[in-house]
């Protein structure tokens, strides 16, 4: 499928456990992102990469792991999930400075989470 | 550091009825300002965009305008229907980061028929 896509797109696990989100991009945005979005915050920035295998933290990066061996794959790992981790994860893409898709950032559906 | 603020919601309105949103930015420079859009069960589309003082950006019967003197960006629509209803969140492009969006907290709307 063209565009973003994340899996799954919800998911339930406990406390303590390991959990992976997924995003998928097809255009070879350079940019990637994952932003939660929790009621009265909007939405807020966890980690963000530059192209494959450069990655930084954003304004809440605790409690989470990425990577991105590839360009089109930006997963995002909770290694051991708490209660504060409900939320609704949201991927998105962009391309490079001096592009035109620089300019916007475009959005994955969401993975709603809970963490019981 | 940079911020976006907007004005609380739920915002109720009938339809056909005239809608503003504001939205106030706090930003070092000029950045790019943007109304995303978010109905129920979905991911953030891009509604409009403005890069730059006194740009307009307008899409859907839905416009804002870039007031570098106020440092706002309200959104208006002259009439509005149920199928706007809908969260809209107002954001700026921040230079750090990776170029990240810094988000108000979102305003939804609601219109009844």
């Known amino acids: 499928d063209a565009g973003i896509t994340q899996s799954p797109r919800y998911k339930i696990t406990e406390t303590g456990r390991q959990v992976t989100l997924m995003c998928h991009q097809t255009w070879s945005h350079s940019y990637m992102f994952w932003y939660r979005q929790d009621l009265g915050h909007g939405l807020r920035l966890i980690y963000y990469?530059?192209?494959?295998?450069?990655?930084d933290k954003g304004e809440v990066p605790d409690g989470y792991v990425v990577s991105r061996s590839k360009t089109e794959n930006f997963p995002l790992t909770l290694e051991s999930a708490t209660r504060s981790q409900t939320s609704v994860y949201f991927c998105a893409s962009s391309g490079l400075a001096g592009f035109a898709s620089y300019n916007e950032q475009f959005f994955g559906p969401g993975t709603r989470l809970t963490v019981l | 550091g940079n911020s976006v603020t907007q004005m609380e919601g739920p915002v109720t309105l009938s339809e056909e009825a005239f809608l503003t949103i504001n939205c106030t930015y706090t930003?070092?420079?000029?950045?790019?300002l943007f109304w995303y859009v978010q109905y129920p069960g979905e991911g953030l589309q891009l509604l409009l965009k403005a890069t730059k003082a006194d740009d307009k950006g307008s899409n859907k019967g839905f416009e804002a305008t870039y007031r570098k003197e106020t440092t706002s960006f309200h959104l208006e629509k002259g009439s509005v229907q149920v199928s706007d209803s809908a969260v809209y969140f107002c954001a700026l492009r921040d230079w750090n980061q990776g170029g990240k969006l810094i988000f108000g907290q979102g305003t939804e709307l609601s219109v009844k028929p």
């Open positions: 930003a070092t420079g000029y950045p790019s």
């Open positions: 990469s530059a192209a494959a295998d450069i990655t």
